[in-house]
């Protein structure tokens, strides 16, 4: 089969999240003897949206579509995206396309696929369709809703995307981010959500990797078929070494060091934990220009054995997971199918996660590891300390982690499901 991919953004030196495992089905698709394409979008502000650029990655041709703000615009159709979409699709003949993220882009190219008569497969890798900032959570960790408060969110988020990305000078990132938002008609995010539910109904199929957000998209868009299907991941980059014997705990916690990640979670629970005999170990990109970056760190000075390990990349992300014990996954948002979590069970490591959206789909209590109320750091706390009393109880979770879904798991439901859409499209001609 001809498959093309589509996501939000690609960086081959930092793949994370959603990137990341669009990439790794693209490898998988190709080692199977797919002809496999990726399009993704690129931010440039100097550039015009749609303009197109092409490179080969490791045996892959990834054109990427040049948007002027990303992910950041909050807009969900742009004629110029569109069209430079429909070129690439018109020179690559795609039998399926598989949507992964269309944050920057545009939903038309739902529509361009739809006019081609090519079977579209949509997976929803976070909450982007009801929410233009994408987590469905205030920073205050109060439930979003549309109407004017999710305008006032938006604004927020926006400024701190325009300083985290260093797109407009610090002092300047209220004011431009009130701007922008005050330019957004007051009805503009119900209108979103109508333009997103009727370019839905043109797709094929929609894939939810947890119950949690099946549910979700359920309940906002009258969705006929959708799948829930857990993200695979590329096993053979992890193995179950077993940890020898350690003097210390190490905990640890792999991924983006910001506000909604809960890493300050962690950091407050290890400021109550006096004990030697434990340590955390943070694994993530630090920026000393972002001003909650430096706020984390004066705040881990509380705890010696709070330890900055900086961030690594995705060919070496294995070794975060084996130089610790235990994964914390602190999330103050409802998050989805966090790689983190397969990847720590396909590492041989236990995880404590929040008891919070998707997240407890994940976890087998006191089986796989355990859960906290979100945002209770002495919850956290009172968990390590008991880990710390009882040694054999991180023992056992290790022992009955359970199995992780291979990314050639998922590549082979991903073949029968295109294989049924294109049967379906091939009777339809011969109805016509």
Known sequence: MNILLVTHKFDIRSLKGTERHCWDLAQALRRAGHTVTLVAGMQNARAQNGTTSVSHIRGIDCYFIRTRWGTIDPRVMRKRIDEAFADVLSKIQADVVHIHHLAGLSLGIIEVC???????????????????????????????????????????????????????????????????????SKSFFEKRSRAISHVLQQVDHVIAPSRFLAEKLSSAFPLQRTTVSLNGVECSQFTQTVSHPHPVLRCGFIGSLNALKGIQVV??????????????????????????????????????????????????????????????????????????????????????????????????????????????????????????????????????????????????????????????????????
Request: hydrophobic share 40%; charged share 25%.
């Open 114 to 184: 739809a006019r081609q008569s090519i079977p579209t497969v949509f997976t929803a890798h976070d909450y982007w369709m009801l929410c233009p900032s994408f987590q469905g959570v205030r920073h205050s960790n109060e439930q979003r809703a549309y109407g004017s408060e999710c305008r006032r969110c938006y604004a927020d988020t926006l400024e701190q995307s325009l300083v985290s990305q260093t797109l407009v000078p610090r002092k300047l990132a209220p004011a431009v981010a009130w701007c922008v938002t005050l330019a957004l």
């Open 267 to 432: 950091i407050d629970a290890f400021c109550q934990l006096r004990s030697q005999q434990v340590e955390l170990r943070i694994f993530g990109p630090f920026n000393e220009r972002n001003p909650y970056h430096r706020h984390i760190k004066h705040r881990a000075q509380c705890n010696p054995r709070i330890r900055f390990q900086g961030s690594l990349s995705f060919e070496r992300i294995h070794e975060a997971y084996q130089a610790v014990d235990l994964v914390i996954v602190p999330s103050l948002w409802y998050e989805n199918c966090p790689l983190v979590i397969q990847e720590a069970y396909a590492s041989g490591r236990p995880v404590i996660a929040s008891h919070y959206g998707a997240l407890k789909e994940f976890i087998l209590e006191d089986i796989s590891g355990k859960t906290f109320p979100v945002g209770d750091a002495d919850a956290l706390a009172h968990i390590i300390r008991s880990v710390l009393k009882t040694p054999e109880l991180l023992n056992r979770w290790k022992q009955h982690l359970p199995k992780v879904k291979s990314i050639d798991d998922q590549r082979a439901e991903f073949e029968l499901l295109y294989s049924e859409l294109l049967a379906k499209r091939a009777k339809r001609r011969e109805r016509v």
